[in-house]
Every structure is written in structure tokens, then in C-alpha cells.
């Protein structure tokens, strides 16, 4: 089964400042990787994904993630967070022809304005 | 259009008692997901329907747990006799039919179960 690491639960940061969250997978085959967001008091919602193609993946709201399939790595960016982008993110990844999604444990995110 | 949604949105019961959770999801979405997440986690996959049938229900933790989804829409989650263990918020997602590329999951807002 595969099995997803995210680090540094808690992030504080300050506006306009760079943001990038790590997304490690274990799994040896292949794999869909997503990026969702929590907005507080709202759903899960889909921010980026990756199936196939460009590693480099462009979201919603200038986020953008990067997979290095050396690496088992799906890292998100965002060059310049703004106060709204307070949110809990998860990565998540399904191997090809398994629907179960594995969830890390998300980063809590917190930017001062 | 209308998101998935889930009802009731909080529950409260005693140790011992039994719950449903029921989940509708997008209209048209064939698959749908049931998930967990507890406290500080992320979510934690339970159960999936493709259609009316339990396509992979190996998340599901133990016997308590089961999943109906007679119609091939809404979907009923039922937990018997809860435990405190149970508490968490349980989230049911759905997406479109599987055709060549695999698709996002939409998630409805939870429902948040408290057994005290």
C-alpha cells in the first residue's frame, strides 16, 4: 500500500514570502499525485494534480508542484503567499488503477499579513 | 452545480449506540468514496462504490463498519455499536465515470461524529 510523508506540520510565514511544502510517496509503480486544500471552514478542494506528462504542474491561485518520480517527491510552491492562502494542504496520491487515495497528514499554513 | 453533500453535518451519541451517515453525491459521479479523518490527521480511505457494488471496502476498520449504496447514488455509511474510538470526521467523496484518465474526487464538508 502506498503511503505519503509530508513535514513541518505547522508553517508560518509572512506575506509575499515563498512557500514550499514536501510531499514524499512510497510506492514503486505508477502514480496520480494531488495537492488538496482546506480553507478554514470549508471542504476539501482540489488545488493541482499530476498524471502523466510535464512534471511541472500548474494550480489554482498560483500554486504549482513539481514531480521528481527519482525523488518519490511531489513538492508544492507558491513564490508569493498572500493572508488568504491560510489553509491546511494535503498531498495525496492513487497508484494507476486503484481509486483509494492515501493522504500525508497535511501542513497546517498560516500566513501573517 | 450542486457539490456533494452530507447530513447530518454534526452527531453526537453515546458509546454503544448506532449511526448513519448519509452521503449524495454529484449527480452522474458513478464512483463514490468514504473517508476518515481524525484529528490532526489526513483523511483515511474506508470504503469505494463504483455503482451500486462495494468495489474495494479494505479500509474499512473492523465489523462495525458498513456501506450501502442500493441505488447507485446516495450512500449510507452505518456504524455499530460506536465507540469512543469512532470519533472523527467522516468524509464522503465522488467522481465521474472511469474513462481513459483518472479523475479528481470531490469532496463533500464531512459529517463530524462525537461519541461520548
Known amino acids: 500500500a502506498q503511503s505519503v510523508s509530508q513535514h513541518n506540520h505547522h508553517v508560518i510565514l509572512s506575506e509575499a514570502a515563498s512557500l514550499e511544502l514536501g510531499c514524499n510517496y512510497s510506492?514503486?509503480?505508477?502514480?496520480?499525485l494531488f495537492w488538496y486544500v482546506q480553507y478554514p471552514g470549508q471542504h476539501l478542494q482540489l488545488l493541482l494534480k499530476?498524471?502523466?506528462?510535464?512534471?511541472l504542474v500548474k494550480g489554482i491561485k498560483g500554486f504549482e508542484a513539481e514531480f521528481i518520480k527519482s525523488k518519490f517527491s511531489f513538492n508544492l510552491r507558491k513564490p508569493s503567499v498572500q493572508w488568504s492562502d491560510t489553509a491546511e494542504y494535503f498531498c495525496a496520491v492513487n497508484a494507476r488503477g486503484n481509486n483509494r487515495l492515501a493522504f500525508g497528514k497535511g501542513n497546517q499554513v498560516v500566513v501573517i499579513p | 452545480g450542486a457539490g456533494v453533500s452530507q447530513t447530518p453535518s454534526n452527531k453526537v451519541t453515546e458509546k454503544g449506540k448506532y449511526v448513519e451517515l448519509r452521503c449524495d453525491p454529484i449527480s452522474g459521479h458513478t464512483a463514490l468514496y468514504w473517508y476518515r479523518q481524525s484529528l490532526g490527521q489526513g483523511p483515511e480511505f474506508l470504503i469505494y462504490f463504483q455503482g451500486t457494488g462495494a468495489a474495494d471496502d479494505s479500509g474499512l476498520p473492523n465489523d462495525r463498519f458498513f456501506a450501502v449504496r442500493p441505488e447507485g447514488s446516495v450512500s449510507t455509511l452505518k456504524i455499530q455499536r460506536t465507540e469512543r474510538g469512532d470519533s472523527a470526521v467522516y468524509l464522503c467523496?465522488?467522481?465521474?465515470?472511469?474513462?481513459?484518465?483518472?479523475?479528481?474526487?470531490?469532496f463533500g464538508p464531512g459529517t463530524r461524529l462525537t461519541v461520548l
Open positions: 510506492y514503486g509503480g505508477t502514480v496520480n
Open positions: 467523496a465522488s467522481s465521474p465515470p472511469l474513462l481513459a484518465e483518472p479523475h479528481e474526487q470531490f
Open positions: 499530476y498524471f502523466s506528462g510535464d512534471p
